[in-house]
């Protein structure tokens, strides 16, 4: 049960830019000392993508890994002229290690400017079994908020300071809180931090 | 006498013509083509977001080239001679990107394209 505890924490990060544009492709990996997830997704079109992840957790004995299909809603989209808004719905289902049946769902909400950035996401991972009842399944929150201190420049290095906070209840260490760097160049970003309690943090996205 | 001298002196120093020789004609910087078509973009917020707006504008026929600017929310285009985007064409592209058009500009006169009938 605590392994699959864990994995609902880590694919919380599967939600970045769930969508892009049609016919994107975006590369997505996050790497923790002691764990790393790999994504892919495919955008058909403006509200939906399809993808493929696989997280890996290394214990000090065993390892747990969880492979997942998973399709990507474009649930809602405000565009103005200064910001945007998005609700994103994501679901998918795969196979562990121990070819156990998972299932996975997740939710994120954010906003952006150019200058202000913010995600809160939901994410729930579990068997199956664990499915019928809903109860009992584990689930994550994780919010963020983001500022870029100077003027955008879409040619050069974008900078932005960062803080996430995630929220597992049923984790030993329930709360965790990172404050991380967020680089933007061109079709790359890519984060790094360490948490208040000392675990670092990295993850990269590109843009195909 | 003496002043007389210098003042003769003097006149004799000056060059038959006083005027300088005219300054060839400088020729003026080429001037910039202006874009065939400005569009306002709503929802331009990040360098992915012009990434992808990018990638798709560019790929319209008949465009040659394409530049965005995320501080103006606008995607210029140079089009080919006599090669014209509707703006239904322009719209879906940016749909499709996942934005909204605002606006779309098109000079009175864009060099080496027709306006719209």
């Known amino acids: 049960m605590w392994k ?3 994995l609902v924490f880590l694919s919380s990060s599967a939600l970045a830019h769930p969508v892009t544009y049609k016919g994107g492709v975006a590369m997505f990996s996050m790497h923790r000392p002691d764990s790393t997830q790999l994504q892919a997704n495919y955008t058909l079109n403006r509200h939906f993508a399809i993808a493929a992840s696989h997280i890996r957790k290394n214990f000090q004995h065993d390892a747990a890994e969880v492979s997942l299909l998973h399709a990507n809603i474009l649930a809602y989209r405000r565009n103005s ?36 950035y913010s995600a809160f996401s939901g994410q729930t991972f579990g068997s199956l079994a664990q499915f019928q009842t ?25 900078i932005w300071a ?19 760097l967020r680089f933007f160049y061109q079709n790359v970003l890519w984060e790094t931090g360490v948490s208040i309690d000392g675990t670092p943090w990295f993850q990269m996205m590109v843009h195909l | 006498m003496l002043t007389t001298l210098f003042l003769t002196s003097l006149l ?23 874009p065939s078509v400005v569009i306002h973009v709503d929802g331009m917020v990040c360098s992915f977001c012009v990434q992808g707006l990018e990638r798709g504008m560019s ?13 103006d929310k ?42 719209k009938p």
């Open chain 1, 134 to 158: 809903p109860s009992d399944l584990p689930f994550s929150l994780r919010g963020r908020l983001g500022v870029l201190p100077f003027a955008p420049n879409v040619d050069g290095l974008q």
């Open chain 2, 59 to 71: 790929k319209l026929s008949g465009v040659t080239r394409v530049a965005l600017s995320l501080e």
């Open chain 1, 4 to 6: 699959t505890l864990v």
């Open chain 2, 12 to 34: 004799s120093a000056t060059p038959p013509s006083a005027e300088p020789p005219p300054a060839p004609p400088v020729e003026a910087a080429p001037k910039a083509v202006d």
């Open chain 2, 74 to 115: 606008t995607i210029a285009l140079w089009m080919a001679p006599n090669k014209v985007l509707s703006d239904e064409v322009l719209e879906k592209q940016i749909r499709d990107s996942g934005f909204d058009v605002a606006k779309i500009l098109r000079p009175k006169n864009p060099p080496d394209s027709k306006q």
């Open chain 1, 81 to 116: 002229a200064q910001s945007q808004s998005n609700i994103y719905l994501s679901v998918g289902g795969g196979l562990s290690a121990q070819t156990e049946a998972n299932g996975f769902a997740a939710i994120q909400l954010d906003h952006e400017t150019d200058h202000f």
């Open chain 1, 162 to 180: 960062v803080v996430q906070t995630t929220w597992q209840p049923h984790m030993h260490q329930p709360v965790e809180i990172t404050p991380m």
